[in-house]
């Protein structure tokens, strides 16, 4: 095992440590006491943000650089509320993704990406198939101009809660507790999807072939 990739582990475990007590549930009595104690549950040496009191799922004061503060400029909570859900969403797709081609192998008529580092499969099928990338922008841009909609509308009228797209094809009982699943587990999409690509930059491995051989 090479310095580099043993330091590398070892800065991916630092990380997931320290963000282990920014996934912890927030309780009742935890909410009761940010507010009274104003100090952060997350960063205890640090005074509780304001803006978060706990009544989010997954909010447990976790704002070192102080961005649920900011107001004047559109990027209030709501929207980053918003933001967060979207990434943590898309990262769970890229991940299931990622693995998924790298396990099974590709769809057929597109670069085999079986075994192979994700990064470098990208561009393979940007190299064949550029007309899909541009039209994924192209689909994107709708989607992103449909959110940017909703959620300027949402905060607006304080009808909407942030990330309800009313997309429940399942019919699931949308619970706190669910709400609480889906957030963490987009952190962590979102930790596992940075991890992937750095990986596939610096070692042009795939993420299994990292993950269990370790090369």
């Avoid at 650089?65 to 004047?72: A, D, E, K, P, V």
């Avoid at 709501?78 to 967060?84: G, N, S």
């Avoid at 949402?154 to 949308?174: T, W």
Wanted: proline share 5%.
């Amino acid at each position: 095992i090479s310095v580099e990739f043993a330091m590398m582990k070892i800065c991916a475990l630092v990380i997931a440590l320290a963000s282990v007590q920014a996934f912890v549930p927030v309780s009742n009595t935890a909410r009761s006491s940010l507010l009274l104690n104003a100090k952060s549950q997350a960063i205890p040496f640090l005074d509780a943000p304001p803006a978060l009191d706990g009544s989010m799922a997954g909010d447990v004061g976790f704002d070192p650089l102080g961005l649920s503060g900011i107001t004047g400029i559109g990027a209030d909570l709501y929207w980053m509320r918003e933001a967060e859900l979207k990434h943590a969403r898309v990262a769970m797709l890229a991940v299931t993704g990622a693995i998924f081609v790298e396990g099974c192998g590709s769809l057929p008529g597109w670069p085999e990406g079986y075994g192979k580092s994700q990064t470098d499969v990208f561009w393979d099928v940007w190299a064949e198939k550029p007309n899909a990338i541009v039209a994924a922008i192209c689909f994107f841009t709708v989607v992103e101009l449909i959110s940017g909609v909703a959620t300027t509308a949402g905060r607006e009228s304080g009808l909407r809660e942030p990330g309800d797209f009313m997309f429940n094809p399942l019919q699931f009982k949308v619970t706190d507790e669910l709400r609480m699943k889906e957030i963490l587990n987009g952190r962590l999409a979102m930790i596992a999807a940075a991890g992937i690509i750095l990986q596939g930059m610096t070692t042009h491995n795939g993420a299994l072939h990292n993950l269990f051989l370790g090369e």
